[in-house]
């Protein structure tokens, strides 16, 4: 599948090609790029922006290069490590906490939280955050705002240690909470992220340590599939941004997936009973990760988007979007829009407007009508072990699904994927 070539590709391809930039780093590992020389390809923000290492430019991604602001008019691009990668996003187990939304917030609407703001008030006033600081905390400050000046030291893979010098580079901050023992920088997003840069927790924290006396604690917050994941980052050295570490997880949920009314396995032999099986015009689906498709229909749902906007304000790459994106088509969940644009169908736009016990159930019924992860559950259940990889393309192959998959390798991955959602079946609804 080729990729397309968006602004930010076709901008940052005509700064390297005008700056001699790959010399010059080449020479000096970095280059600093001023604001006036970028505002000539494209508006300098807007090719600033890059929260997750998959928002890199194409020319970032082939070089290893990353930038950041290092004042009000000046970016750094150079070889530096800036994104933290987290741990994999996997469905809530045993050690999710189970959190009672407060029966008096009749305005705290668990099942419409689609906003970073949303994520913010949904875990602040039910008692989530308050529970991971272990205090009590009030909204302090948040917004854009300047750095003052200040020195730090961090890994450029060709001249190693680096310091750099920060004079008045804006920073913005989601939420500052501050409570009796400390103040809690919290950067949220809402969707999966594999990592984030981590910029955006690092330059407000040396802002604020310089102008409170309480030690400040920064936070990673994402809320995806109806799943809060708190992140703790801490810095060995305040001088030192490459030496941050993960030193806390905490999962919370307002209301768990398994659902004891419901049997998966009771509604699978209906299905098969009844011979169903989707009929698509989708190519046949290749995206393992059954819960990014879940992510990627709700980012859908709460906007159109093209696959532009998908690659550069969300953790996906043009190719994972698209391969995501026919997966939930290939179920009904997602269709093309005039302009191109992508959307979620009425009919998911009804399942995510349910309760999380409801949704996964209504999500699984749509996936037991896919005949080969249907059987392919089936098989598992019934073998109670694992499933060869030859024994899952046998099913492929006499699902009645298969007509578009072409070569045998390709054959071999799109299996993968099958047995990849069966799986995510039996973990989300076997007891």
């Known amino acids: 599948m080729s990729q397309t070539i968006n602004q930010n590709d076709l901008a940052w391809e005509k700064v390297f090609d005008s700056n001699s930039v790959l010399k010059q780093i080449e020479l ?9 020389e970028l505002k000539a390809f494209r508006e300098p923000r807007l090719m600033a922006k890059i929260d997750h290492s998959n928002n890199r430019p194409a020319i970032f991604k082939k070089y290893d290069l990353m930038l950041f602001s290092i004042s009000n008019s000046c970016y750094r691009l150079g070889p530096y490590e800036l994104f933290f990668e987290l741990p994999e996003w996997k469905e809530p187990g045993q050690y999710v906490k189970e959190f009672t939304r407060p029966s008096e917030l009749q305005s705290l609407d668990i099942e419409n939280i689609t906003s970073e703001n949303a994520v913010l008030y949904a875990a602040l006033s039910s008692g989530l955050i308050s529970d991971f600081l272990d205090q009590e905390v009030q909204p302090t400050i948040s917004g854009r705002m300047r750095t003052g000046i200040f020195e730090f030291h961090i890994q450029n893979r060709q001249l190693g240690l680096q310091s750099i010098k920060i004079d008045g580079a804006q920073v913005e901050i989601d939420a500052g909470l501050e409570g009796a023992k400390d103040l809690s920088l919290i950067e949220i997003k809402n969707h999966i992220s594999q990592d984030f840069n981590m ?35 801490a810095w060995s050295s305040d001088n030192n941004f490459s030496a941050a570490e993960l030193i ?32 698509a015009d989708a190519p046949f689906p290749q995206a393992d990760n059954f819960e990014r498709v879940i992510d990627l229909i ?10 532009d906007y998908l690659a550069q304000h969300y953790d996906f790459d043009q190719r994972q979007s698209e391969y995501y994106f026919n997966a939930a088509r290939f179920l009904g969940l997602a269709a093309y829009e005039h302009n191109n644009l992508r959307v979620a169908t009425q009919l998911a736009s009804q399942i995510l407007e349910l309760s999380p016990r409801h949704k996964y159930v209504e999500i699984a019924k749509q996936l037991l009508t896919f005949a080969a992860v ?25 699902s009645g699904e298969a007509s578009r998959i072409g070569e045998e390798s390709t054959l071999r991955r799109r299996s993968q994927t099958i047995v990849s959602w069966a799986k995510w079946l039996q973990n989300n609804f076997e007891v």
Do not use: C
Not at 254 to 272: C, D, H, I, P, T
């Open 28 to 36: 000096h590992g970095f280059i600093d790029l001023k604001t006036e």
């Open 199 to 233: 910029r955006q927790l690092y330059f407000p924290m040396r802002v604020w340590k310089e102008r409170v006396a309480k030690p400040v604690r920064t936070l990673f917050l994402t809320y995806t599939n109806d799943v809060f994941d708190f992140y703790e980052l």
């Open 248 to 279: 806390r997880q905490e999962r919370y949920v307002f209301e768990k997936r398994k659902n004891g009314e419901f049997s998966l396995y009771q509604w699978a032999l209906v299905l098969e009973e009844r011979g169903s099986k989707i009929v």
């Open 298 to 307: 709700s980012i859908l749902n709460n906007r159109p988007s093209s696959i």
């Open 374 to 398: 249907r059987r392919t559950y089936l098989q598992l259940r019934n073998k109670r072990g694992d499933i060869s990889l030859e024994e899952v393309m046998d099913i492929v192959r006499n």
